[in-house]
């Protein structure tokens, strides 16, 4: 057994890394096997290594072995010989190592260390506030919980103790909870401070904002906090409480600000404000702004316009019949073949461009709604018509209110009939009937919409792919919903709900980084079994998290024979798809 060495160099200066080996008997002959990966030792770890050891076999005879490299003579009347029983060699204390070591690696980049220590550990605690902070970001990045679930079950079973420099059992819910108070009043330096940075990193820019708006609900009667009310839920949570948030990000999807307002808010009411909260924020400047028709309003334009901005917006789907004859012409620009196609719409005397839109997918799509149900509200019609005709049903007010009930439970489709209760010389009778104009203009509207601009730049198929970058607000909202779970709330508080929130958006931003370290990274390409092709495609932050999740921490307990034990705190080594995901984000390994 013996020490072997491995060099190799990394940032112009050579290091060297040790890994612990033996000499075994095969029959190919004798081989030599790893027992374990020390890492590169430190002086006091390679002294207590470079000893002669003494190992005990199960029959309690001793062999005395080497324990160094093969340079390397063993030295002379070394007074500090130990010797190992190897029967009682043990593995403890293993810890989730490789996902939080990445989240702490992410907090870095943006210098998110320097700016909480800077603003939060001017007063002395046990464990400096900055630290907490990290602890906060980096769980909602690897492992979204509560600060009694951070304390109890996810905090212990990492190395974030080691990483951080924390004591143990120095963390705790009350201090995690303590924390977030700290953590709010700089909101807004927290966001001016992570556009420069991911201006330096990334080289992004934010003349294209992207807005829009989600919301998230409470577990409670959150009697404490005035903003939780209830509203429109997108949770599909209406029995519950909840709070809106506004988004605003570039067309790459990285954040420049968001904001709460109240549960009831409507979507349509929130513009003015979020201008005026940029504007005090950054200043007046001629930004183009994209959002979805549920914020448009003349109003709303109105204001953009005022302040000298640009816009490019999606429109009520009722705009849509005053172009009926514009759907009917064949002059389509296609933008993706056989997918998209776009036109643009001449508006006499106006400074604003409509562009019409009409996409296959989004066609068949809305097609089958309305078949799936007019099927649905045609078998129901012929029920009560049956039951009317046969006699089953005789009260005329109860007929009308059975209709009502069937046009209520169909409101997509209950405009494309024709439906009465008229009395015969055989009694009240159901009739209805499709109604063919509407039937018409449904399916010629299906998979079209139209957008509203006053950029002057641009044709129809450029401005159709710049309002598409509006997708990368959507999917902000659905990895804080998803993969940081911003829902559902359980703090009662208005402060502490507000700096949930304030930690949801630092975890998107060490999300939406390793996002864009990892696209701009070549592919990790896993080995492919026999016959199998596997495309090259970037790993998303969720995969990298996971592919760095089993990277553990642990402590390698050597016992010996006079009663110490050799701790030694080492990290498993990593598989070659790790090791490479490593190399590229870090360069440690």
């Not at 790459?252 to 109240?262: A, H, L």
């Not at 439906?419 to 015969?424: D, F, L, R």
């Amino acid at each position: 057994m013996f020490l072997r060495a491995h060099t190799r160099k990394k940032d112009g200066k050579r290091h060297r890394y040790w890994s612990l080996v033996e000499t075994v008997r095969t029959p190919d002959g004798p081989r030599q096997r790893r027992l374990c990966y020390l890492g590169e030792l430190n002086d006091s770890a390679q002294a207590r290594w470079l000893r002669t050891v003494d190992v005990f076999n199960a029959q309690g005879e001793a062999e005395q072995l080497k324990l160094f490299p093969s340079d390397v003579e063993p030295p002379q009347d070394d007074p500090q010989v130990a010797r190992v029983v190897l029967n009682k060699v043990r593995l403890e204390r293993t810890r989730q190592f490789g996902a939080c070591w990445l989240g702490l690696e992410l907090w870095k980049r943006l210098a998110l260390d320097r700016f909480f220590e800077q603003r939060l550990d001017a007063e002395p605690a046990e464990v400096a506030w900055s630290r907490v902070a990290a602890v906060l970001a980096i769980n909602r990045l690897c492992a979204p919980g509560s600060e009694l679930a951070i304390e109890r079950r996810w905090y212990p079973s990492t190395a974030l103790d080691d990483l951080l420099g924390i004591e143990e059992g120095k963390l705790n819910d009350t201090r995690l909870y303590r924390c977030l108070d700290r953590i709010l009043p700089h909101k807004t330096q927290l966001e001016r401070h992570l556009k420069e940075r991911y201006g330096e990193l990334f080289g992004a820019e934010f003349d294209v904002l992207l807005y829009d708006l989600t919301s998230t609900y409470v577990e409670g009667a959150a009697e404490k906090n005035p903003m939780m009310r209830r509203g429109y839920s997108r949770d599909h949570r209406p029995d519950c409480e909840q709070m809106v948030i506004a988004l605003i990000v570039n067309n790459e999807g990285f954040p420049f600000s968001y904001e709460t307002f109240d549960g009831n808010r409507a979507d349509v009411s929130t513009m003015e404000t979020i201008l005026r909260m940029v504007e005090r924020k950054y200043g007046k400047a001629r930004r183009i702004w994209v959002f979805d028709r549920g914020i448009v309003s003349e109003a709303n334009l109105q204001a953009i316009r005022r302040r000298g901005g640009q816009y490019l917006v999606g429109t009520p789907r009722s705009q849509l019949k005053q172009y009926e004859a514009e759907l009917l012409t064949d002059d389509w620009t296609e933008v993706r073949p056989d997918e998209v196609e776009v036109k643009q719409v001449a508006i006499a005397g106006g400074e604003e461009t409509y562009i019409l839109c009409r996409t296959a997918g989004r066609r068949q799509k809305e097609k089958a709604i309305r078949k799936r149900f007019s099927t649905r509200m045609e078998e129901a019609l012929a029920g009560l018509g049956k039951a009317i005709a046969t006699g089953r049903l005789k009260d005329r007010n109860k007929m009308e209110r059975r209709l009502g009930r069937i046009q209520a439970a169909h409101p997509q489709v209950s405009d494309l009939y024709e439906v009465a209760i008229v009395e015969t010389d055989e009694g009240f009778r159901l009739r209805w009937s499709a109604r063919e104009d509407r039937q018409a203009w449904r399916s010629l509207r299906e998979g079209a919409y139209m957008l509203r601009t006053n950029l002057q730049a641009g044709t129809a198929a450029e401005l159709w792919t710049k309002y598409m970058q509006l997708t990368e607000a959507e999917a902000s909202f659905r990895a804080l919903k998803s993969e940081l779970s911003i829902r559902p709330l359980f703090h009662q508080k208005e402060p502490r709900v507000k700096a949930h929130v304030m930690v949801a958006f630092l975890g998107y931003a060490l999300w939406v980084t390793l996002k864009h370290w990892l696209k701009r990274r070549a592919p990790i390409m896993p080995q492919p079994s026999e016959g199998e092709v596997l495309d090259a495609k970037p790993l998303t932050p969720m995969k990298a998290l996971v592919l760095l999740s089993t990277l553990q921490s642990a402590d390698i307990v050597l016992p010996t024979t006079d009663g110490r034990e050799i701790r030694l705190r080492r990290i498993t080594e990593p598989s070659p798809d790790q090791h490479e995901l490593l190399r590229q984000l870090a360069g440690v390994y």
